[in-house]
């Protein structure tokens, strides 16, 4: 099955710098890659996917890019404040055969933005 | 992200007892998951269903089992035959395997007496 593998499992940032977070996957069959943060506690939620045909996309400060030749993806935070601060993970999915629709995460990014 | 919802929040278990976590969701949706999290290791899949009255093994069913009799419904059984069951468990659903933009509940967390 697809295997992603996510770095670094920690990120300690200032205020106002930026962050970057690197999944790469293993199934040149996946097609879709979302993001969700989990804050302490809480459930994880979706804040922003990419399709297979599709570079790059941005929602205000965060921006995901996607190289399929190198089956790597990453997640860039600009301008971090410190309600960024949570748990990241990235996901991919395949729709090949008896996986069709189900995810593969990462095991998780602790992004720490220090005030 | 409501319409997805989790109960009991907190859960006991003792030795040699089967417990059952309940999952429930209004949203329509056609496919269901359940995971188990765990600190440092992600977000692993138990089981999923694609439709009522089917489902499918994830990446670690044993010592768990479903069952998917109606639409809005998705309940998970920590059997006695899990040895580790302590950690926080997370169902989610999606409108339909393929589009797979998944919404969670808020979680269970299960606890070993």
């Known amino acids: 099955g697809e295997n992603v593998e996510q770095h670094p499992s920690t990120l300690s940032v200032q205020e106002g710098d930026s962050a970057v977070i690197k999944c790469t996957y293993s199934?040149?069959?996946?097609?879709?890659f979302p993001w969700y943060k989990q804050e302490l506690g809480k459930r994880p939620q979706l804040i922003i996917d990419i399709r297979s045909n599709v570079g790059e996309k941005k929602d205000q400060r965060i921006a995901v890019t996607l190289n399929k030749t190198a089956k790597h993806f990453s997640l860039h935070i600009t301008e971090t404040q410190p309600e960024d601060s949570a748990v990241y993970f990235c996901a991919a999915r395949t729709d090949r055969g008896s996986t069709l629709g189900r995810l593969y995460f990462g095991r998780g990014t602790q992004l720490t933005v220090w005030p | 992200d409501g319409g997805i919802t989790q109960s009991p929040k907190y859960l006991f278990r003792k030795e040699g007892q089967n417990v059952t976590l309940s999952c429930e969701q209004n949203l329509n949706h056609d496919a269901m998951y359940w995971y188990r999290q765990d600190p440092g290791q992600g977000l692993r899949l138990i089981y999923y269903?694609?439709?009522?009255?089917?489902?499918q093994k994830g990446d670690i069913a044993e010592g768990y089992s479903v069952s998917r009799e109606k639409k809005e419904s998705f309940p998970l059984t920590v059997t006695s035959a899990q040895k580790n069951p302590t950690a926080f468990y997370l169902c989610a659903s999606s409108t339909d395997a393929r589009k797979n933009i998944q919404y969670f509940g808020a979680g269970t967390r299960l606890s070993v007496l």
């Open positions: 269903s694609q439709i009522v009255n089917d489902f």
């Open positions: 199934d040149s069959a996946s097609n879709y």
